[in-house]
């Protein structure tokens, strides 16, 4: 009798119709991994150091050509067209060796100070290149070495030194936020951490570490004469391919010392310790380290060892696909101490990822993920031995003296692991390594706390911010990837494709409408999320083009949203911006927080070369210009550079194309005040019926505000705000110095070509003839600078009268948080807002003998 199913294989069975309703299963399918994907993972499997893009600090975007050959080099820029933001064209750096005997490259890894790259091959030669004046042309600082290609010598893990204090001043790493909602607003706080491990002796200066297959930990530093050294030690000795590294990971300890995290192939996790001895004097008095001549030794010492395989039985690694897949590592992360919310320091933890793909000639649709462990890092005493084996002659040393230094015991503690249903193919960590964030091969991203691992920045809280990705914002998943760098300020990231492209993403917001006023939580909450992250940055040197991008796509159909963000931004800078009562300019030049605000501002007014701005945007931009040209001006009287010999002096003011330069921004300046006092003189004539700058009773301050926005008008911010009117009384000051200069000049060459003895030289005809350009500009000028500065200086005393004036009285502490401030004043005028109620007397006696409303003739 033959069996019911010997025939099964050759049956068709209808699925649809198994259960006779003739309706086929709408089950949604996730696509199968790409080949793309399978290779990226083997290779992630196959080596610790594989990252082919990288972000730097200063913004430079480094990634590996396809073929493996040279680099690119990539930055976020504002195309001039429409004022779009997005990643610019490539600049490829050719291979960096005359031939590619170490096979393609294979790691990029930027250095703390954000200058300096390290280009890894597949044979571990290690190429240094630095960067200068500009983010897309390196130069190289150290060539790979000529040592033949050895795949024992690849490297496997790698680490960069993070900077020392600056000049006896400690250097924590600073993180703002988060950001808590109260009654008057946000308040923010702010948390930091120390700088951890070993620095290199110059501050400014980092130091490259990296372990090779072979258990070799190499050292590559900066001698105090700019040259590059390698010192090396080996962490422990091959015998087996068994005992060959895979991955490894470096971290930083509270002390001046590393931890390094080796897995083998064996499927060991060993843990060691590193001290970098410099070779430093021993002396008491203090020594330039820029003088000093290093001498570096490495010196390691093994701390425990575990198994990073724990869940599965060794009888059965080889069972089947999955498990074979699961005993391989894709990423080995060694999590450095940080400090808690609670203040607490948290141990060191190793991180290991694991992934999953199935066979691309499975028969039916099994689903993808990737595990995490965890394990804790510990030292802890050792258990004292009772007091009678103190007497046992094995515990006793060569001289009969008793060994009585307890020992010190280090352990890893097994965590708990996790499992997420996609493929982790980047783990970066942010916000002082209290937050771990993963990026996996469907384009998503998600945030993780370091400790109990469950997601953040997800809880939607408005009255609790800390990062844009809490309220809404999210990236698109549209395309898989293969890698993925986070930008420095973790607003944005970039991403490889399967196709090998490069392509820049945002963060989008994607639930409606976020509101567009401060009284709408969603929006304050977005304003403070941009605030804490751009002042984070800025204080800590990190490029933020992204979050000014992601505010520059906002700013389209949200008017106020620079207003709102630089005075939230400007309470977290505590910056400083009332200048009313200063004589001399010098501080208000240096003041790089009021350029930060006005840099912002005008970027995000800028909408196309050949498109007006709006008013903020105009504002910003008028004072950036007259801001460079009293930089400009003053550089050129003030600064020394060599003259025709060796043992002599010049300035710039002797040179002819300075002075033709200077040229330029002398009309340009002499022409906006011109523009400014024909603007002002408008301003009465050009207002509608029920306002007036001349009658008290009708003018009103929010109604003069409205119409000055609407029809664009800066005139009166510029000549009130105190930072802005002190930029005019500077360039007015210095345009007078550098007439009396182009006069004495022309005067000498014309009148006394050539009195030696009386220490004065000639001129050349060329620098003659810029200085009288000059001249000529001065006595041209529609406006004479000593009118326009006495109208200043008038404004000035007027607006000093109005402050002391006013009740209630202003503090002048821009910290006072029990009434209004001169400062927070002037940072609202600065920003484009509302003109002070003090300021309406000023504004009366500015147009005293005006008739409003009345457009001006010829002879007026």
């Known amino acids: 009798m033959p069996l019911m199913m010997e025939d099964v294989d050759n049956m068709e069975v209808d699925m649809d119709d198994l259960f006779g309703d003739g309706t086929g299963l709408s089950l949604p399918s996730r696509p199968p991994p790409s080949k793309e994907l399978h290779q990226r993972v083997d290779e992630l499997r196959g080596s610790g150091c594989c990252q082919g893009i990288a972000w730097s600090k200063w913004g430079s975007i480094a990634s590996i050509t396809p073929n493996g050959s040279g680099l690119e080099l990539r930055n976020l820029r504002c195309h001039p067209e429409d004022g779009t933001w997005g990643l610019s064209e490539a600049t490829v750096i050719p291979q960096l060796t005359s031939n ?13 100070t954000g200058s300096e790259l390290a280009v890894i091959d597949s044979a571990g030669r290690v190429t240094l290149l630095q960067i200068f004046s500009s983010l897309n042309k390196p130069m190289m600082c150290r060539p790979c070495g000529p040592e033949p290609a050895d795949d024992l010598h690849a490297v496997v893990g790698c680490f960069w030194l993070n900077l020392g204090p600056f000049q006896n001043r400690s250097a924590p790493r600073v993180q703002q936020g988060p950001a808590i909602k109260e009654a008057s607003g946000f308040r923010y706080d702010a948390s930091t951490s120390p700088n951890l491990g070993p620095t290199h002796p110059i501050p400014t200066k980092s130091a490259f570490l990296y372990v090779t297959s072979n258990g070799s930990l190499r050292l590559l530093w900066l001698q105090s004469n700019g040259k590059w050294f390698e010192s090396h030690t080996e962490l422990e000795s091959i015998i087996s391919s068994d005992d060959l590294i895979t991955h490894a990971a470096i971290c930083a300890e509270r002390s001046p010392s590393l931890l390094i995290a080796l897995a083998t192939s064996s499927k060991q996790l060993r843990i060691f310790r590193a001290v970098i001895h410099w070779g430093l004097p021993q002396t008491q008095e203090k020594v330039n380290p820029m003088t000093m001549t290093l001498n570096v030794t490495l010196q390691t010492k093994p701390l425990t060892v575990t198994s990073w395989l724990h869940d599965v039985p060794g009888d059965t690694l080889n069972a089947s696909h999955l498990e074979s897949s699961m005993v391989q590592l894709s990423h080995l992360k060694f999590l450095s101490p940080t400090v808690d919310s609670k ?11 694991r992934s999953y793909l199935p066979g691309s000639t499975s028969h039916y649709n099994q689903e993808v993920y990737s595990t995490v462990d965890r394990w804790e890092f510990r030292e802890r005493p050792q258990q004292p031995v009772h007091s009678a084996f103190e007497n046992l002659s094995s515990r006793k040393s060569t001289d009969g003296s008793q060994s009585t230094k307890p020992g010190v015991i280090a352990q890893l503690k097994k965590l708990e692991s996790f499992t997420v249903n996609k493929i982790i193919v980047a783990v970066q960590t942010m916000y002082l390594g209290r937050v771990i964030s993963f990026a996996y091969s469907d384009s998503s991203v998600d945030y993780r706390d370091r400790i109990t691992m469950i997601e953040t920045f997800n809880d939607d809280d408005l009255h609790r911010v800390v990062h844009l990705s809490q309220i809404g914002f999210s990236y698109t998943e549209d395309e898989p990837c293969l890698q993925v760098a986070l930008s420095p300020s973790t607003c944005s990231l970039v991403q490889i494709r399967n196709d090998g492209k490069v392509k820049w993403k945002q963060l989008d917001y994607h639930l409606g409408d976020i509101g567009s006023t401060m009284e709408h939580p969603r929006y304050a909450a977005m304003i ?16 933020y083009d992204d979050i000014i991008a992601t505010a520059h796509n906002l700013a389209k159909t949200k008017d106020n949203l620079a207003y709102d963000w630089l005075n939230e931004l400007a309470k977290i800078l505590k910056i400083i911006a009332d200048y009313s009562e200063e004589a001399h300019y010098d501080v208000l030049i240096r003041n790089t927080m009021i350029q930060l605000c006005l840099s912002i501002q005008n970027s995000l007014g800028f909408t196309g070369e050949f498109n007006a701005r709006k008013f903020a945007g105009k504002f910003s931009w008028l004072v950036l210009q007259l801001r460079n040209t009293v930089v400009l001006v003053t550089m050129a009287a003030n600064m020394k550079v060599p003259g025709p010999t060796h043992d002599t002096k010049s300035t710039p003011l002797d040179d002819p194309e300075v002075i033709t330069a200077l040229a330029g921004s002398v009309r340009w300046v002499l022409d906006l005040m011109a523009w400014i006092t024909d603007t002002l003189l408008e301003l009465p004539s050009t207002l509608p019926e029920n306002l007036s700058v001349t009658n008290p009773t009708k003018l009103s301050l929010p109604e003069l505000l409205a119409y000055l926005h609407a029809t664009n008008n800066v005139t009166l911010h510029l000549l009130l705000s105190s930072p802005t009117r002190g930029f005019l009384t500077a360039i007015c000051r210095r345009l007078q110095h550098l007439d009396y200069v182009a006069r004495k000049a022309i005067a000498t060459n014309t009148n006394h070509p050539n009195q030696g003895g009386q220490g004065q030289q000639s001129i050349s005809q060329t620098l003659r003839a810029a200085y009288v350009q000059i001249a000529n500009l001065t006595s041209n000028c529609i406006v004479r600078i000593k009118t326009f500065e006495a109208l200043l200086s008038s404004l000035t005393s007027s607006i000093k009268s109005a402050y002391t004036n006013h009740k209630p009285p202003l503090s002048g502490n821009a910290n006072n948080s029990t009434g209004p401030s001169r400062n927070n004043l002037e940072i609202k005028m600065l ?18 003998g005006e008739q409003d409303n009345e457009p001006k003739t010829q002879n007026d």
């Open 100 to 112: 590619l005997d170490g096979g393609p490259l294979k790691h990029l890894s930027w250095s703390p």
């Open 343 to 353: 203040n607490h320091i948290t141990p060191p933890i190793v991180m290991a990822v």
């Open 528 to 543: 403070a999320a941009l605030s804490i992250s751009c002042s984070t940055s800025v204080i800590m040197s990190m490029n």
């Open 831 to 848: 920003l484009g807002g509302e003109i002070p109620t003090a300021f309406k007397a000023v504004i009366i006696d500015l147009y005293r």
